[in-house]
Nanobody
Framework: QLQASGGGLVQAGGSLRLSCSAS????????TYWFRQAPGKEREFVAR????????SYADSVKGRFTISRDNAKNTVYLQLSSLKPEDTAVYYC???????????????????WGKGTLVTVSS
């Protein structure tokens, strides 16, 4: 019910915008997360946005470079990736959770829905 898209190949310093779209139900009541997993590495938290969009948080590694936003009318959450670095190369996943924020949320545990990932490759 969630679909991530917008990935691709980009040069270092470039930008991409990822989208996470929901189908089958509205997810305006769900906080939405972006995670990523690089080859040979564990999945890591990237960003979170509250259901209303009033609250956002980011991993230190992307703070100031990535921006998460949402358009509940379109049932879509976005992740703007800027000043990309080769180390940002990963499969990016979106997830949605209706529950309260908890420590385990930042590890992707207990998410209600996951989308299939979209690959971002940053060349040096």
């Amino acid at each position: 019910q969630l679909q991530a898209s917008g990935g691709g190949l980009v040069q270092a310093g470039g930008s991409l915008r990822l989208s996470c779209s929901a189908s089958g139900r509205t997810f305006s009541n769900y906080a939405t997360y972006w995670f990523r997993q690089a080859p040979g590495k564990e999945r890591e938290f990237v960003a979170r946005i509250s259901w209303s969009g009033s609250s956002t948080s980011y991993a230190d590694s992307v703070k100031g470079r990535f921006t998460i936003s949402r358009d509940n009318a379109k049932n879509t959450v976005y992740l703007q990736l800027s000043s990309l670095k080769p180390e940002d190369t990963a499969v990016y996943y979106c997830a949605a959770d209706e529950g309260a924020l908890r420590a385990s949320s930042y590890y992707g545990r207990g998410m209600d829905y996951w989308g299939k990932g979209t690959l971002v490759t940053v060349s040096s």
